[in-house]
């Protein structure tokens, strides 16, 4: 006699299926896939051969040893990801509900001016009203704190956008002022007031090339029609700092680093520079867990007012 299997049956055996497919999506291959889940790549392969047959359409293609998302793939992916993601964090989502969060592992991604600058008292806040939960500070330039956002490794970016790319969701949360710094027997630290063309002649300190801060300047330079030299390229705000008060050449910085314990001389330069906005970035259509809401809502009590953004 063939057993009668009922829908729950066949409810739960798709959401295998889902499961194995956004996950290996996500990853880039079976035997990653694999690995996430426990299973073997044999496994995986029949999970989503038989969803392909289900919903009869083909979700991959192969290029060599790689996997590409077909264009039916990729719509699927975007509607079954925060349906698998809903259901895997289904426990914290409830606990959360009844104010417990008593569980989970909250992902960070950030540069490391943020990361030494903004996140400290926020994480010290979050881990003393949750401190069941593990936290992962990931200290990453922008662009791979985006890869991680896309390959769901983080949950979300604290940082500064310049661009904002069509896939994600950017809210400024604060800005900081732009300022001059200079050794205190530099020529410019006994003028008050500098302009840009001021600072032309002097070579600047600046973070490497590949960072936001340098196209930053780039541009607010070259909208006044000026070019800027850089005499050194150093990483991190604190080094840039030392090197400057060695007299090695001047910078520009967000207030956000600035002490006051600097033997530094500090000339606003909000009149020629925007301030620096710095906010949360979540991946659109990503299932955001209750403990990254807890944290968003600390650094943004009005980040889940946006249009758009799961409440």
């Known amino acids: 006699m063939t057993e009668h299997k009922g829908p729950f049956y066949y409810k739960e055996n798709r959401l295998k299926k889902l499961r194995a497919f956004c996950t290996a999506a996500t990853s880039g291959g079976f035997s990653k896939a694999a690995d996430q889940l426990f299973l073997s790549q044999p496994t995986i392969s029949l999970q989503i051969q038989a969803l392909e047959r289900d919903m009869n359409i083909k979700l991959f293609e192969r290029r060599g040893p790689k996997i590409i998302l077909t264009p039916e793939g990729i719509v699927l992916k975007k509607i079954a990801q925060p349906l698998v993601d809903g259901i895997e964090g289904l426990e914290e989502s409830f606990n959360a509900h009844y104010g417990r969060l008593e569980s989970g592992e909250l992902n960070i991604a950030a540069g490391e001016s943020t990361t030494l600058y903004i996140l400290p008292d926020f994480i010290k806040r979050f881990a003393d009203t949750y ?10 330039t922008g662009r791979d704190g985006m890869a991680m956002l896309r390959a769901d490794e983080a949950d979300l970016a604290v ?19 732009q300022i001059l710094i200079t050794a205190q027997d530099h020529p410019l630290a006994d003028k008050e007031h500098i302009t840009l063309k001021d600072i032309v002649p002097y070579g600047l300190i600046l973070p490497p090339r590949h960072l936001a801060t340098w196209r930053y300047l780039e541009l607010v330079f070259r909208q006044s029609g000026l070019n800027f030299r850089v005499a050194l390229e150093a990483g991190g705000w604190e080094i840039i700092k030392k090197y400057v008060s060695m007299g090695l050449g001047v910078s520009i910085v967000t207030d956000m680093c600035l002490t006051g314990k600097e033997e530094l001389v500090h000339r606003t330069l909000e ?4 301030s620096r906005s710095y906010g949360v970035v979540v991946r659109k259509g990503k299932f955001i867990s209750p403990q990254a809401k807890a944290f968003i809502s600390m650094i943004d009590p009005d980040f889940f007012k946006m249009p758009g953004i799961q409440q």
């Open 271 to 274: 009149d020629f520079i925007p």
């Open 159 to 177: 940082g500064s956008m310049l661009e904002i790319p069509a896939d994600v969701i950017y809210k400024e949360a604060m800005s900081f002022k």
């Open 131 to 140: 401190p069941k939960i593990q936290i992962k500070l990931h200290n990453v």
